[in-house]
């Protein structure tokens, strides 16, 4: 009994120094979680700049924004990021990690610096160097269809299909239905790296590199590898890549800030757009914290299953 | 003997220290008097006008530390984030720029601001600045911030000059006269975009825009006048057919320019962006506030020699269309002494004056020198003393509430997209509503 009562104490002394040197992080989170508590609050009020009290307002917020075009607009440009950046974003990333993990290996100490480069940048030169890209009129990407694609007959023709003949290039960051896929590429150019380099870091994994050099003295070509070893072991990394993904894509700003503002009218507004002019130009700042409320409640629905997971694989429940 | 020897050399040893560590504290450890600042001033042009107060600030106050932090962002967009978060955290700063007239208001209303008459007095501003501009800075009987010593003129269409000159054209007074210009561009010089636009900073529409609701807004100068105050103060019920009309005119004529692709809106540029087609040849056209003149002047580029610009409208249909940057004093800045030196400092007119001549624009102050190495500015002088009658403020940017800016703007910029005149209509009705532009306005039509 005497011999418990000194083991729980040593137990409890050992942990005394974990929360003393948890004691920073948790003061953080704490604050995090203040804010959030907080932001969600002044959402059911009519909070704007300068007024001197806050009234309680329901869920007028809530109800005035699903009332709104500009709104469901928002939310369908999130939509668009969801399918257009996550899934190619996911499946590019994995494509060049195959690619390097069955390369020569005396290729990927120059190929993982080249693809991890653009995941260095800020957004905003992401932002500032595609936006020169892409414009409809100066920018290199017409530039190059105007003077070499369409000079090669093949080409020509497709593209003529398309309606892209040197009288009319596409519009690019001008045109409102397709300028959000301009600004999707540019995030793609600056994903794809990273999320390859979750998935180098699932192929290097002990259990799975030995099963791949097994299926390999076996004989086993790459897409029998890809099928029967890589894709079934990889389900995990998937989870990860896609998750953080999906997350970035409801919570984009800074890059569709910096290329269009949102524009040409609300043609590429996002939610996270919504809610800085919302709170900050308009003097909103309610109906700010309503939207940041919604894309934290849609990044929930995501985050959840992620930590489920997570903890599961963590402590191997 | 000896002890009192050593106490001796102790009590000046202390002495010696005691001065010396007051003279070090004092110089390198005390807190010195700080100008705590902020401004949007960072384009070419601005950032050197800017940078003459500073100047003279330094100069004549060398002891205060001067704090300067930049928010690039034309039209005040991005600074009142900054600002805005530091007010209602209770740490204003001691000074910031923001655009007079409504925008003003609005932290006045919040009880932000601290009123400057004061200033306004020791300057003797209330007798050197124009009314139209005292009035911008003026509500619920004080005075609060100080014109950032410029008269913007706001309705100005920038040209390059070499191509007008190569085509033979003369420069456009009226809207019919630009759509004559943009179709001759058009013809004898297709690569050249007539007038270009940045929908990027989507605020620059509007000193597109504006213009034409004045132009449109009756037959005579005084209807004009009336329907534009009354339109921006949302006095006009744009239900009543008749009341819409003057807008409609403007939506037709926009359609006109965007469908024979003499309007160039692009969301891939900046303003600037803009200029800079017109400075290299590639676009004839731009209409900007004359703060654009600053950048051209930056560039290095010859006013009357390579570029010019022109009021639009302009000849017998010619209006000065104002826009005012204030600088202002929050209430319970850290500072306020030091703020007010500030406040003086840029109100003094030959400051005011090498201000001007950077910035582009002209000196607030009558007593200024007048001098200016242009003609755009000479011509804008000269306009705003023979007729202080038909000079009115920039409606979206002085007159409505703030937040109906960036809704009215993008709704015109849907317009180029959709053109569809009776939509465009609807969608500024409901933005009216929605912002509450009437009663937010009324402070206009006080006394």
């Given at each position: 009994m005497v011999l418990e009562g000194v083991r729980k104490a040593m137990r409890l002394g050992k942990y005394k120094y974990s929360f003393i040197f948890l004691a920073p992080a948790l003061f953080f989170i704490l604050i995090l979680y203040f804010m959030t508590i907080w932001t969600i609050a002044m959402s059911f009020t009519d909070w704007t700049f300068g007024s001197k009290e806050a009234h309680f307002a329901g869920l007028d917020r809530y109800l005035e924004l699903s009332a709104e075009e500009r709104f469901w607009r928002n939310v369908y440009n999130n939509i668009l990021w969801l399918v257009f950046f996550v899934i190619p974003s996911t499946l590019l990333g994995f494509f060049l990690a195959f690619l390097m993990e069955i390369s020569a290996e005396k290729l990927e100490p120059y190929l993982r610096p080249l693809f991890l480069y653009p995941t260095a940048l800020s957004f905003v030169v992401t932002g500032v160097l595609w936006s020169w890209i892409f414009d409809?009129?100066?920018?290199?990407f017409n530039f190059v269809l105007a003077n070499y694609l369409l000079e090669v007959p093949v080409l020509r023709e497709v593209l003529q299909v398309m309606g892209i003949t040197k009288n009319s290039l596409p519009l690019l960051l001008?045109?409102?239905?397709?300028a959000i896929f301009c600004i999707v590429m540019a995030a793609m150019w600056q994903y794809t790296g990273f999320a390859m380099l979750l998935f180098l870091a699932a192929f290097r994994e002990s259990l799975l590199r030995q099963l791949i050099e097994a299926a390999m003295i076996d004989g086993a070509g790459a897409l029998q590898l890809l099928k029967h070893i890589i894709l079934p072991n990889m389900k995990h990394a998937f989870l990860i890549v896609t998750c953080l993904l999906a997350i970035f894509s409801l919570k984009v700003f800074d890059v569709v800030w910096v290329m269009t503002r949102g524009g040409p009218g609300y043609a590429t507004e996002v939610l996270a757009v919504y809610m800085y002019v919302a709170a900050f130009a308009q003097d909103l700042l309610a109906k700010g914290c309503a939207i940041a409320t919604i894309i934290f409640s849609l990044t929930a629905v995501i985050i959840v299953p992620y930590v489920y997971y997570a903890i599961k694989r963590w402590f191997g429940l | 003997m000896f002890s009192k020897k050593l106490l001796g050399v102790i009590v000046i040893a202390i002495i010696v220290l005691a001065v010396g560590g007051y003279y070090a504290y004092q110089q390198y450890f005390a807190p010195k008097p700080e100008l705590i600042i902020y401004h949007y001033y960072t384009a070419g042009g601005e950032r050197e006008a800017i940078d003459v107060y500073f100047k003279y600030f330094k100069e004549r106050y060398p002891d205060i530390v001067v704090r300067e932090n930049e928010v690039p962002g034309g039209a005040a967009r991005d600074i009142r984030v900054v600002v805005m978060s530091r007010l209602e955290a209770g740490n204003p700063p001691d000074i910031f720029l923001d655009l007079a007239g409504a925008n003003l208001k609005r932290y006045v209303d919040a009880g932000y601001l601290a009123p400057v008459d004061d200033v306004w007095e020791e300057t003797d501003l209330i007798e050197h600045v124009p009314k139209l501009l005292a009035k911008m800075c003026y509500f619920y009987g004080h005075y609060y911030g100080v014109p950032a010593n410029n008269v913007h003129r706001e309705n100005l269409l920038f040209y390059n000059k070499h191509i007008f000159d190569e085509l033979g054209v003369k420069p456009p007074t009226t809207p019919e006269e630009l759509l004559e210009v943009c179709r001759i561009i058009k013809e004898k010089k297709p690569n050249v975009y007539p007038i270009v636009m940045s929908t990027k900073d989507y605020w620059h529409v509007a000193f597109f825009f504006d213009p034409l609701i004045y132009y449109y807004g009756g037959k005579t100068m005084d209807e004009r006048t009336e329907y534009y105050l009354n339109f921006f103060t949302g006095r006009?019920?744009?239900?009543?057919p008749e009341e819409a009309e003057p807008l409609r005119k403007a939506l037709e004529f926009v359609k006109v320019l965007i469908e024979n692709g003499y309007l160039v809106p692009s969301n891939a540029w900046t303003w600037d962006e803009t200029c800079a087609l017109i400075a290299e040849g590639k676009a004839a056209m731009g209409m900007y506030g004359d703060w654009a003149l600053g950048y051209f002047l930056a560039r290095g580029l010859k006013c009357d020699v390579d570029f010019h610009a022109v009021p639009l409208p302009g000849g017998d249909y010619e209006v000065y269309l104002i826009g005012v940057d204030a600088f202002v004093m929050p209430e319970g800045c850290p500072h306020p002494d030091v703020a007010k030196l500030w406040l003086k400092l840029i109100s003094e007119p030959q400051i005011a004056y090498e201000f001007a001549i950077k910035k582009g624009s002209i000196a607030a102050r009558d007593d200024a020198p007048a001098e200016y190495p242009d003609s755009i500015r000479r011509e804008n002088i000269r306009f705003l003393k023979e007729h202080p009658e038909l000079v009115i403020p920039h409606g979206t940017f002085m007159l409505a509430p703030p937040a109906f800016l960036e809704d009215f703007c993008k709704a015109i910029i849907s317009f180029f997209d959709h053109k569809d005149v009776s939509k465009a209509v609807s969608d500024i009705v409901a933005l009216m509503e929605k912002h509450k532009v009437r009663e937010f306005s009324e402070w206009f039509w006080k006394e």
């Open positions: 409809p009129r100066r920018g290199v001008d045109d409102p239905d397709r | 006009v019920d744009l239900t009543k």
